[in-house]
């Protein structure tokens, strides 16, 4: 039997309904949630990415700032960017878009960012309150997994999550995540051995790799839940994800396409963690 589709941007419909109920009490005692984005250069996939989170944002009736930097601008000046916006009382959230020209240090400008205004979840301090517990400002991509799989009503306590890849941004924020909710967890990485042998053996598999087609049926376990976290183009330009999805539907229980999978949550998830800060530094929040 042919998987349950797990539709994405339905979901991320009804998530940001639920926020905006919360945008709309803050706005109610003055405070309008707000967040800056920073883009540097002239990278089109990052134009469209930074273009998506200003609309949801005006969606949801929130603030935003957007900051177009030229490609060679020195570490000094975008540092001062973003000393400004830790400093602008209408800002409650700051997100510089990676990546960055290569002369510029990620790293350093990510640890400038005010860790209460810090909605991409990606500061020290944030990474590290994952580690140990909880974050207010969860990574937005894993984040928005997590809200899928608990929207779409599957459990996770007990269940062998299998996630496949382990940046920074997606694959090691996945895998605590689950972890957090009691799931037993395998990180793949590129230098696996055996892959199919880990990812059979998966109830829920998270691909995070890149890499069109790179997940077919045969290494799915019938009824798993495959979330297919890439973004790929395929030979003919077409977007398309990490998963064979022809082949993975008919063998998994639930599946998410690409577009209209995860892409959609990641972008609520940063909207949902602009109102939390702005909750947060306004007194209203924890
Ligand atoms: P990275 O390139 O930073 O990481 C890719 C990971 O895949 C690495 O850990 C790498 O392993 C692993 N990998 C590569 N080849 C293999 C292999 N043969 N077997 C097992 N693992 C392998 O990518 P990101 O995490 O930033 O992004 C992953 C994908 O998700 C991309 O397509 C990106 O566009 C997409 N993405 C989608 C988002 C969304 O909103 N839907 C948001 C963010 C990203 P190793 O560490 O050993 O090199």
Not at 51 to 57: F, G, P, R
Not at 78 to 87: D, F, I, P, R, W
Not at 188 to 203: F, G, M, V, Y
Request: charged letters at 20%; one cysteine or more; glycine letters at 10%.
């Amino acid at each position: 039997m042919a998987a349950h589709i797990i539709d994405g941007k339905t979901i991320a419909q009804q998530v940001r309904a639920e926020w905006k109920v919360r945008a709309d009490a803050l706005k109610a005692r003055g405070i309008t949630p707000g967040m800056a984005v920073i883009i540097v250069g002239n990278d089109p996939a990052s134009r469209v990415y930074v273009a998506s989170k200003v609309k949801a944002c005006a969606e949801l009736g929130l603030y935003s700032k957007h900051i177009e930097l030229a490609g060679d601008i020195s570490e000094a000046t975008l540092l001062g960017e973003v000393e400004a916006l830790n400093n602008d009382p209408k800002i409650h959230g700051i997100l510089v878009q990676l990546p960055l020209p290569e002369h510029l240090a990620s790293h350093k400008v990510i640890e400038a960012i005010n860790p209460d205004k810090d909605v991409d979840g990606f500061h020290e301090k944030n990474v590290g309150a994952l580690v140990t517990g909880e974050t207010p400002f969860p990574s937005c991509t894993p984040y928005g997994v997590m809200v899928l799989l608990e929207k779409t009503g599957i459990s996770i306590e007990g269940k062998h999550a299998v996630v496949v890849g382990r940046s920074n941004i997606v694959g090691k924020p996945m895998a605590l995540m689950l972890l957090h909710k009691h799931a037993t967890v395998t990180i793949c990485t590129s230098r696996t051995q055996d892959l199919a042998k880990h990812t059979r053996d998966a109830d829920i598999l998270v691909s995070a790799v890149g890499k069109a087609n790179f997940i077919t049926g045969d290494m799915v376990k019938p009824g798993a839940t495959v979330i297919d976290v890439g973004i790929n183009r395929n030979a003919e330009g077409k977007l398309v994800g990490d998963v064979d999805f022809a082949s993975a539907k008919e063998v998994a229980g639930y599946i998410t396409p690409v577009p209209g999978g995860v892409g959609p949550m990641t972008i609520t998830m940063l909207v949902a963690n602009t109102v939390r800060a702005a909750e947060r530094l306004s007194g209203f929040g924890k």
